[in-house]
Structure formats: C-alpha cells, structure tokens
C-alpha cells in the first residue's frame, strides 16, 4: 500500500498512552496511520485526535495533536498515512 509521510512524533505519553506528533499533511478521524522508527512499527486506524485537549476530526500541517497509542513510540518517529 502507498504511504505518504504526514508527521513526525514530538512525543509520547505513558499514562495515558499517547503520543504527540507534528504534521507535516493532514489527517482525519477514521484516517489509517503507520507509525516507522528505528525499533518502532505500529499501524493502526486513528480513532480520535485531540488539539490542546479539544477533540477535532481533522487536522492540518503545522499541527500539533494527540492520539492514541497502543504501544511506545519514539520521539523522531516517522508517521506516514496508508491509503
């Protein structure tokens, strides 16, 4: 599948487990992402993303926001949107 680099991880957040990431593209609610590092590969579909604590269903390059994160991810991560 084609995948196009959208952001980086700024990042990350135990408790709850979330990581922070910096776009570089846009990304939507329902979106599927591939998050790529050197000991980090996760994909998965985002489900909701938050913008200073606020949910919002899309956001823009020069956004930071917060998901979800099933596992650790690392700060320099490369996050790609699968399409």
Same mark, same amino acid.
Do not use: C, W
């Given at each position: 599948?084609?995948?196009?680099? @959208?952001?980086?991880?700024?990042?990350?957040? !135990?408790?709850?487990?979330?990581?922070?990431?910096?776009?570089?593209?846009?990304?939507? !609610?329902?979106?599927? @992402?591939?998050?790529?590092?050197?000991?980090?590969?996760?994909?998965?579909?985002?489900?909701?993303?938050? @913008?200073?604590?606020?949910?919002?269903?899309?956001?823009?390059?020069?956004?930071?926001?917060?998901?979800?994160?099933?596992?650790?991810?690392?700060?320099?991560?490369?996050?790609?949107?699968?399409?």
């Amino acid at each position: 599948m084609p995948e196009e680099v @959208i952001g980086q991880v700024s990042d990350f957040f !135990a408790h709850p487990v979330v990581a922070g990431i910096q776009l570089t593209g846009t990304l939507k !609610a329902g979106d599927s @992402i591939h998050i790529k590092g050197h000991t980090t590969d996760l994909e998965f579909t985002v489900e909701s993303m938050q @913008i200073d604590n606020a949910n919002v269903t899309e956001a823009r390059a020069g956004d930071a926001i917060g998901i979800k994160v099933s596992e650790r991810v690392r700060r320099g991560d490369t996050v790609y949107k699968v399409s």
